[in-house]
């Protein structure tokens, strides 16, 4: 299944047999890739696949355990992000490398190598700016800026060292739509100049926008080279998951009815220095349906959580009602014996104990579930719940009752969100569902979300992944600095208008401007 | 050439048992090499430091005596440490114990007080310990002080004020000016299990501590929470476990077992309150913990292991002319070796050349 493009010239680099091995999983297993000058070039693949140490061993992070780098034809060994640099590599990280209390243009002189004044840089950061059409306030603060402004610092990072090859690893995760497309035109415009960009994804449709070549990865293993334009987005999808992935059954009828959740104008002040505090938030959830938070990281979701949860308390008792009862003020516990269930956005470390075993981890919410008796630990029983849980659940688990960091990222997942859905809570808040989850568990995770809803449960989903919500909210609102749009019907929102409350430049209800 | 430490695949059981079997042996080595190096035979130090006191009834008695009130204060440590909070202070709180229990002892003095005296102190002991121990948790709970340093500081104060009481108020006046109290009643005195035997009931306390630990560590939900708490805090506080609680809860455990160690040295072996009344059981019952990996069942197995360096050294001072500090020195080296050795458990060295990662 290779279709190889056509070009004149040598490639810029070329990956031959790269493999890397770590104890028993060989997360490369070899991997040839070649990418042309001025190409932009799609790596394609599930959380896991390996996309993330292919790139670590090209921008001199890891070493491989075998295989060869050539550039320009000419076998290289990159034994350092410093020298990957020099070789003429730039690296956009998913997670962001600055300095929050520094401005912008500090963060990029700490960065370059050489000799770089602040007044050279900021005259080099104006050039670039308006070349490329990244907008930068040379002097404001980093962390008073969006999370599409800061990818752009660390972009015109990349830039001021004339890359011949820049490499983007996730980077629309942290954007609106409209960021997103604008990052696009900047990325067009680089590589018509001859600068090849490698850009990892898991998104098959800004894989067709922007690239005529993508190699996909499944286990380590490079499983096809295509044109992701020439086939369709279902195929893409099935290549990268190695099967067909099903669509979720959203189609049983629902009669909302019951209120399980009221949050009444609810303030919380923010957490830490960075934080996002909550301003007269109002939402409701109806036993039967879904409801979904979208929104851009940062904007209020963490809060929100801890406040729903109860981890977080509010003012008074009546900001948050659950099942009619005013909990405002009442711990985590007492609301998950009214029946809430709660699944924070962090798996290791908050959801799970990462040492403790599944069996132990369903412990955590001893409240609720049959685990333990007056003050004494049930450890039959609490076996018993961690093997139905895996059961029922699909969670495939390296032996019978293993440490949770055991587990990959979507099967740990499927266990955090099993343990809560399994005793049928009147309630349950989830915080990003399958973030970082491979696409089948994603799909299962969804689709008990929605049964668990059918069966007259309330859901409330915080996701920035808005193709889930779309696809499992029966009602959807979004979060922007810490206040909540208006609660409307799925059907009523259009991908635009969400683009435009995560912004915050949409109107009242009623008159949404156009971009 | 640097090393890096990669985690096993699989740990083995085996290998995980015999791990501290084979620091003792590196720490038993490595000793024998520093004794080889001060001129001495390294056979005779070992028959010294372990044999002989293995081997006769008095030291053997001498072993369980000295192991009580380590085995009691890293029981009681064992519930901070699991919960990731460093109480560095239980010789602190082992001194204010034993000074609040012996304040009953002293007022009882000379009148014919009945059977309900010791229990008395027992408690005092303990609250004492307890209420010691809850001044850094207060002060950490409350204004986020870091409890290492308050707790050792706190350590500093309690000795001072044993210090202070035994010369001023407390001083036996017919004792010929000694800084040192009236030597307790009959019935302020923890008896011997066995008549004229040195090991006293202290012993039976440490014993019920450490199985009273195994089951309240493994088997409840308090004990699930110091573990989840110390792994995963975060997790703790979405379980609902809040961190205050947890924090008054094991520094009052802790320094309970601390002043009940104290009160019960006093009153069964020591007999009076003196300016010195420990050879450093609080400092040292740190590392016990340690040795015993926190576990109850080697909590107590450490204690009698360190004891026994404790009896050894002093027969070797006056033996061989080894200096006491070698003891120390030889604790040291062992709680490194049982560290070094869980490590290699879990981790194997792998030393990379630069260029060719093979």
Known sequence: MKADVSSSGPPLVELKGISKRYGDLLANDGIDLSIEPGEIHALLGENGAGKSTLVKILYGVIEPSAGEIRWESRPVSIGSPVEARNLGLGMVFQHFSLFDELTVAENIAVALSGDWDLATVRGKLGEISRTYGLALDADRAVWTLSAGERQRIEIVRCLLQNPRLLILDEPTSVLTPQEAEHLFTTLDRLSAEGCSILYISHKLEEVRRLCRRATILRAGRVVATIDPRASSAREIAALMVGSEVGEIRTDAPHHPEGEMLKVASLNLPPAGMHGQALRGIDLKARAGEVVGIAGIAGNGQTELFAALSGERLAGGPDAVVIAGRPVGTTGIDGRRRLGAAFVPEERLGHAAAPTHRLSENTLISHAAAEVSRSGFILVNAARRLARTIVQSFDVRTPEGDPQARKLSGGNLQKFVIGREIIRKPKLIVVDQPTWGVDAGAARLIRQALVDLARQGSAVVVVSQDLDELFEVADRMAVIHQGTLSPLKPIGEWTKEAVGLEMLGVAQAPGGVHAV | ?358
């Open chain 2, 1 to 358: 050439m640097r090393f890096e430490l990669t985690p096993r695949p699989n740990v083995s059981p085996v290998m995980r048992a015999l791990a501290p079997v084979a620091a003792f042996i590196t720490a038993f080595l490595i000793a024998g090499f520093v004794i080889w190096l001060m001129g001495r035979s390294p056979a005779a130090a070992f028959d010294v430091y372990v044999l002989q006191p293995l081997s006769d009834p008095w030291s053997l008695q001498e072993l369980v005596v000295k192991a009580t009130p380590l085995a009691l204060i890293a029981i009681g440590l064992s519930y901070c440490f699991r919960a990731n909070l460093w109480n560095i202070g239980a010789e602190g709180q082992y001194v204010i114990g034993a000074v609040l229990g012996s304040w009953l002892a002293l007022k009882t003095h000379g009148t014919d007080a009945g059977l309900w005296v010791l229990p008395l102190m027992l408690l005092l002991g303990i609250i004492g310990g307890a209420l010691w121990g809850l001044i850094p948790a207060f002060l950490k709970t409350r204004f986020g002080v870091n409890e290492i340093l308050t707790s050792l500081m706190l350590v500093y104060v309690a000795q001072l004020v044993l210090d202070y009481l035994v010369r001023g108020p407390w001083r036996d006046p017919k004792g010929f000016n000694f800084p040192q109290s009236v030597t307790f009643d009959p019935s302020a005195t923890l008896h011997p299990i066995f008549e004229g035997g040195r090991v006293h009931f202290g012993a039976l306390f440490a014993l019920i501590a450490v199985l009273a630990t195994a089951v309240i560590l493994g088997r409840t939900l308090f004990g699930y929470r110091l573990k989840l708490t110390g792994d995963a805090p975060r997790a703790a506080r979405f379980a609902g476990f809040s961190s205050k609680s947890t924090t008054m809860a094991v520094f009052a455990i802790s320094g309970g077992l601390a002043g009940l160690a104290g009160i019960t040295e006093v009153s069964g072996q020591i007999g009076q309150l003196q300016p010195s009344i420990s050879p450093g059981y609080g400092f040292t019952a740190i590392t016990v913990a340690f040795l015993g990996r926190l576990n109850p069942i080697g909590i107590l197995i450490a204690a009698l292991v360190v004891a026994l360096t404790f009896i050894g050294g002093e027969s070797a001072q006056i033996l061989l002319k080894l200096p006491l500090d070698l003891t120390q020195a030889f604790q040291g080296i062992l709680l490194l070796c049982v560290l070094a050795a869980d490590a290699l458990v879990s981790y194997r060295i792998r030393f990379v050349t630069r260029g060719g990662g093979k």
